[in-house]
């Protein structure tokens, strides 16, 4: 038995030793063909070629990255990219700031109405979120709707209902463009969804105007705004200290008011934030439980079959 042993240890030594023998004489062969390819002036010449060429080609696409002033296109083409700011509704566990959606609206209504429509939220949209009914039912009814036909086939005016959406300030598009120097005021019901940067790039927007740089010039009845794509916008600034007074006596700064109206118009874009993390919330637990139980159940159906050792007797042979 021991003799058997021995053999099987020798023969195993042997085994381990012949692919380590192996190995080292084909990474000495491997190693002198890697040297001779780098040092050989063939390879050289065929990389500075690949290298030259690449960076041709590149920059013939985009320009010349070493020399950024000859790029095909500037950051400015792109706007500048709006920083990253701490929503309070930025976190999975976080929810919007109902607080600032009521001052939001405020701001919105007082300002951001005259010019912008906002098609997509009606009165009743207000209600638990930044408002109450009654006081949503008052803010709609301070509205004239037109509606009809009545029974002699007129069209009358009434006052707004819950149901109704937002009023536009425009009757059409046209009229929007006339009012605005020929640039379009657009919808903002999806603005944050629909600009890259989202609520970040809205805030960035509102707070951003500056002078415009020096040798930079904007045409008249535009204005100067770095986040813009292409730096000149036709939207002036609308927001300035002390613009609107909030009823909860928040101060109205410039900053504020842009913070409150841009959480506005996040939660105008995507109204089921709040209840989307809470679903999401109570499907993770779930699932993980399922997870947990369907282990469990797996271990305990596969415990028979894992821990069952197989015997082959072989019969006893008679010589
Ligand atoms: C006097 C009219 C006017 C007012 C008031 C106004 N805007 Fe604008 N807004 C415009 C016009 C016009 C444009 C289109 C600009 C362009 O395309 O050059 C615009 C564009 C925008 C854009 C889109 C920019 C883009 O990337 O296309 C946003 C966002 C915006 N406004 C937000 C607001 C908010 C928020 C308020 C209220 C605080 C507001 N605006 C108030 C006229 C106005």
Redesign the pocket.
Same mark, same amino acid.
């Given at each position: 038995m021991s003799g058997r042993f021995q053999l099987f240890r020798q023969s195993l030594r042997q085994a381990q030793q012949a692919p380590s023998l192996a190995r080292n004489a084909s990474t000495a062969a491997s190693q002198s063909a890697f040297t001779r390819a780098t040092t050989s002036t063939r390879t050289a010449v065929a990389l500075s070629l690949l290298s030259g060429g690449t960076f041709a080609w590149y920059s013939s696409l985009y320009g010349n990255p070493l020399l950024p002033e000859v790029k095909a296109e500037s950051a400015a083409d792109h706007g500048l990219h709006a920083p990253e700011y701490p929503w309070a509704h930025k976190g999975p566990f976080e929810t919007f700031d109902h607080a600032a959606i009521r001052r939001g609206y405020q =701001? #919105?209504r007082e =300002?951001?109405s005259?010019?912008?429509s906002l098609d997509r939220v009606a009165w009743r949209n207000l209600v638990g979120v930044s408002h109450g009914v009654s006081e949503a039912k008052t803010m709609a009814e301070e509205v004239e709707y037109q509606d009809g036909p009545d029974a002699e086939g007129q069209m009358f005016q009434r006052p707004g209902k819950l149901s109704d959406y937002f009023p536009r300030p425009y009757d059409n598009e046209e009229a929007a463009r006339a009012g605005? &120097?020929g640039? !379009? @005021? @657009?919808d !903002?019901s999806l603005?944050t969804k629909a600009?890259h940067g989202g609520a970040d #790039? =809205?805030y960035a !927007?509102?707070t951003g105007y500056v002078d415009p740089p020096p040798g930079v010039e904007i045409r008249e009845g535009?204005n100067y705004n770095p986040y813009? @794509?292409g730096g &000149?916008?036709? +939207? &002036?600034r609308?927001?300035y200290d002390g613009l609107v007074e909030f009823e909860d006596g928040t101060p109205a700064t410039t900053s504020q +008011? &842009?913070k409150d =109206?841009?959480t506005f118009?996040a939660w105008a874009s995507e109204p089921e934030l709040d209840q989307r993390k809470k679903m999401g919330m109570q499907a993770s637990i779930i699932l993980t439980g399922l997870l947990a139980m369907s282990i469990w159940v797996k271990k305990f159906k596969w415990a028979g079959i894992k821990s069952r050792k197989l015997v082959y007797n072989p019969p006893s042979v008679k010589h």
């Open positions: =701001v #919105y =300002v951001c005259t010019c912008h605005n &120097a640039a !379009l @005021p @657009p !903002l603005i600009r #790039y =809205v !927007l509102l535009l813009f @794509p &000149a916008i036709g +939207m &002036a609308v927001l +008011m &842009a =109206v841009t118009l």
